[in-house]
């Protein structure tokens, strides 16, 4: 378990690193009225220009949905979103994590309990 929190906590730190916040400038708009997002995003990254304008219908789609196509238009321009603007696509992604582990240790302790009867 203590393995599991270091690699998190360096994984955290690397893409923590990873920003330079030197050779970005990044100014970025979401707006969201429930039935259309739009998302207009400006500046530069590396020397490259970023224009970025867009409206998405989003009727129908809940929250996850909606951050899930907010990530999208980021990171078709080569930027990570903001973390504060992926509360639930974090949240998802965790549980998903935390599911597939604990079926993983679930999967040990049975295979240890047959073996020991056997």
């Known amino acids: 378990m203590k393995t599991l929190i270091i690699c998190l906590l360096l994984s955290i730190g690397t893409i923590a690193m990873?920003?330079?916040?030197?050779?970005?400038?990044?100014?970025?708009?979401?707006?969201?009225?429930?039935?259309t997002i739009s998302i207009q995003?400006?500046?530069?990254?590396?020397?490259?220009?970023?224009?970025?304008d867009h409206t998405f219908d989003v009727s129908g789609m809940n929250v996850l949905q909606k951050e899930l196509l907010t990530y999208r238009a980021f990171d078709s321009q080569?930027?990570?979103p903001p973390l504060h603007m992926m509360k639930w696509l974090i949240f998802a992604?965790?549980?998903?994590?935390?599911?597939?582990?604990?079926?993983?240790?679930?999967?040990?302790?049975?295979?240890?309990?047959?073996?020991?009867?056997?």
């Open 41 to 52: 995003i400006d500046g530069f990254k590396h020397g490259r220009k970023i224009q970025y």
């Open 18 to 35: 990873a920003k330079d916040p030197a050779s970005s400038k990044v100014r970025t708009r979401i707006s969201d009225d429930s039935q």
């Open 78 to 80: 080569g930027l990570l």
């Open 93 to 118: 992604a965790l549980g998903l994590t935390g599911l597939i582990l604990t079926l993983i240790l679930v999967i040990i302790q049975r295979m240890k309990f047959r073996l020991k009867v056997s």
